[in-house]
């Protein structure tokens, strides 16, 4: 291979980020190849705070990790863009031309060369062609959508504030995203309820949050003893909790279920259901399966070129399919950094990713969480042992966050979050 190779990457997720920064400080660093990053976003968020951020109950300004700053301390270049095709003989992929946000032309379409291209686009919620879920509505699957569904659920808490009316919402999918959501719903009207009396003079609105799963049980990814649990602990703080009830369309007024129910929402969040981005069809022609995702062989590398891999998200490991969570993504970011330095210099081959499961965590706002943990233990359902869960979600991300800063300014960072707690709002409100 050349002596200064190509190795693109599409997407800065949560493995696309950490394989970009641990290329960058290796191959990077000596000059034996440039890495470049792209994405359509100019910054990196830890895709399971979403819902934090969505609710409000977690500002993001300090939780976003610029790709032009990452890349500049980390010997990688990065590019904003969406890759809107990609030329597996000529080895390039077309980058579509790129706006200001009011819409202004910054950048023309560009094209980018590579020897390796890692594609780690993410995913998003699935509606399955559900009849009105795309015009009526939210989702919450990256930082711009959750910014725009809490300016939507502070605006209508407003509307409801002036009216003295019930603010009615309702979430399609019990998964973690959509059950961690109702439960930080609450608590962001739980903080702001002392706010009000003040700002208004006047006590809050009442909430409604109806929290729909198609299946017998929310949290199907756990063991049945934490959906359990979970459902008790968000029935008990008002949530209502309805399984089975599978969703036949959506309109302005809230959902329409296949049994007939209706179930009235104003604000109306898919949160069900997982699938690629509908881009991942323009790359050159790869196999994917039904949900859009790339299939990839154990070593993650594509199973119809060897100079594509996936990871994360968007890839499907045909001979053993893994969950689309961060967990997953970030080792299989760590297995490519590990070995693609020795595939790109002496073309040796990447063996198979092997998965660890660490367990898996959900936290329910600081009501309550649960750790399951690998041999089938579950950590939780008690204050102690709650909290034990919930700080253990947190302190997912502040590894994340050492990982990408490094651990003076990761811990710098999390220094200045704290301080930041005690002269900022608890929650969002403006």
Not at 191 to 212: C, M, N, Q, R, Y
Not at 306 to 315: E, H, L, P, V
Request: some cysteine.
């Amino acid at each position: 291979m050349a002596s200064r190779s190509e190795i693109l990457i599409v997407g800065g997720g949560v493995a696309g980020l950490a394989l970009a920064t641990r290329l960058g400080k290796t191959l990077g660093r000596q000059g034996k190849a440039r890495i470049t990053l792209v994405d359509k976003s100019f910054c990196h968020v830890w895709k399971p705070m979403l819902h934090c951020f969505a609710a409000g109950t977690v500002m993001n300004e300090n939780d976003r990790i610029s790709f032009m700053s990452q890349a500049s301390g980390n010997h990688f270049e990065f590019w904003p863009g969406e890759v809107v095709s990609l030329d597996r003989e000529k080895r390039q992929v077309t980058l579509s031309p790129f706006h200001a946000s009011d819409g202004t032309p910054v950048l023309e379409s560009r094209t980018l060369t590579y020897d390796a291209v890692v594609l780690a686009v993410g995913s998003c919620a699935n509606d399955f062609g559900t009849p009105g879920v795309k015009e009526n509505c939210l989702f919450i699957d990256n930082l711009v959508e959750a910014n725009s569904f809490n300016e939507k659920f502070r605006m209508e808490l407003l509307k409801a504030f002036a009216s003295t009316s019930k603010l009615d919402i309702a979430i399609v999918g019990g998964g973690a995203t959509g059950t961690q959501l109702a439960a930080e719903l609450h608590k962001s009207l739980e903080i702001v309820d002392p706010v009000s009396l003040h700002a208004f003079g006047k006590e809050p609105p009442k909430l409604s949050i109806t929290l729909l799963q198609s299946g017998a049980r929310i949290l199907p990814a756990f063991p049945e003893s934490v959906s359990v649990a979970a459902q008790q602990e968000l029935e008990r703080i008002g949530v209502t909790v309805r399984t089975s009830a599978r969703v036949a369309g959506a309109d302005q007024s809230g959902f329409i279920l296949k049994d007939g129910t209706h179930v009235p929402a104003m604000l109306r969040v898919w949160a069900a259901g997982v699938k690629a981005p509908e881009v991942t069809r323009a790359y050159g022609g790869l196999s994917l399966n039904r949900a859009g995702q790339i299939q990839v062989k154990p070593n993650l590398c594509s199973v119809d070129d060897d100079r594509i891999f996936a990871m994360g998200d968007c890839s499907f490991i045909v001979d053993d399919p893994l969950p689309a969570t961060a967990q997953v993504a970030r080792q299989q970011a760590i297995h490519l950094a590990r070995h693609l330095p020795a595939w790109i210099e002496h073309g040796q081959e990447v063996p198979g990713c092997i998965f660890h499961n660490k367990g898996a965590i959900v936290a329910l706002g600081n009501y309550n969480g649960w750790a399951a943990l690998p041999g089938g233990r579950v950590l939780g359902g008690g204050f102690l042992r709650g909290l034990s869960a919930r700080i253990g979600h947190i302190m997912l991300y502040r590894k994340h966050q050492v990982e990408l800063y490094g651990l003076l300014r990761g811990l710098a960072s999390i220094f200045a979050d704290r301080i930041e707690t005690f002269i900022r709002p608890p929650v969002r409100l403006d």
